[in-house]
T-cell receptor, first 114, second 116 residues
Framework: EDQVTQSPEALRLQEGESSSLNCSYT??????LFWYRQDPGKGPEFLFT???AGEEKEKERLKATLTKKESFLHITAPKPEDSATYLC???????????????FGQGTILTVHP | GAVVSQHPSRVICKSGTSVKIECRSL??????MFWYRQFPKKSLMLMAT?????????EQGVEKDKFLINHASLTLSTLTVTSAHPEDSSFYIC????????????FGDGTRLSIL
């Protein structure tokens, strides 16, 4: 069964204090790993897709990286508006029990204080 | 691009009422749509997957007769919660995807359903 574990559950940062969020996964053949941001009372907003180990994607202060077992979301010099829950999800290749579905982690609640 | 619109954003109704939630992909054709339920401080739980013109595939434990899903076109899917009861109160989120399995899903802003 595919599994996604995110850590830490919650992270408090001061504005400008860079850090990383972790997403560890077990999947029967990775089709894609997806990062989303979710604000309270809203649906998840798509950030990145990573397909293979060694791949990196960047968007403003966010950078996502991927290895064969985990993904990191690096936040450089965060601002209060980066406060949100960050969700990681994986989709398995054909043949797996969860083929076609996204398996989500529990999320990391990020709070950035001014 | 890739905007998914969900309506209504909030519903409050009496027990026994049926409630319909609409999900539209505004700027792309959604080959596959998904319905999720999210409990407070929990991650998203997939309820069902639907392809345009086909019957929805429900996850284990989700009652088909309770949660009716219709995917009538490439831009519209509806979820009807029939004879809703307080335990059906939750945050329901739809999602849509175009293209293959390696493409991301895009999510609506959710519907907060409260059954009195």
């Amino acid at each position: 069964e595919d599994q996604v574990t995110q850590s830490p559950e919650a992270l408090r940062l001061q504005e400008g204090e860079s850090s990383s969020l972790n997403c560890s996964y077990t999947v029967s053949g990775l089709r894609g790993l997806f990062w989303y941001r979710q604000d309270p009372g809203k649906g998840p907003e798509f950030l990145f897709t990573l397909y293979s180990a060694g791949e990196e994607k960047e968007k403003e202060r966010l950078k996502a990286t991927l290895t064969k077992k985990e993904s990191f979301l690096h936040i450089t010099a965060p601002k209060p508006e980066d406060s949100a829950t960050y969700l990681c999800a994986v989709r398995a290749r054909a043949g797996g029990t969860s083929y076609g579905k996204l398996t989500f982690g529990q999320g990391t609640i990020l709070t950035v204080h001014p | 691009g890739a905007v998914v619109s969900q309506h209504p954003s909030r519903v409050i109704c009496k027990s026994g009422t049926s409630v319909k939630i609409e999900c539209r992909s505004l700027d792309f054709q959604a080959t596959t749509m998904f319905w999720y339920r999210q409990f407070p401080k929990k991650s998203l739980m997939l309820m069902a997957t639907s392809n345009e013109g086909s019957k929805a595939t429900y996850e284990q434990g989700v009652e088909k007769d309770k949660f009716l899903i219709n995917h009538a076109s490439l831009t519209l899917s509806t979820l009807t919660v029939t004879s809703a009861h307080p335990e059906d109160s939750s945050f329901y989120i739809c999602s849509a995807r175009t293209g293959g399995e390696d493409q991301p899903q895009h999510f609506g802003d959710g519907t907060r359903l409260s059954i009195l």
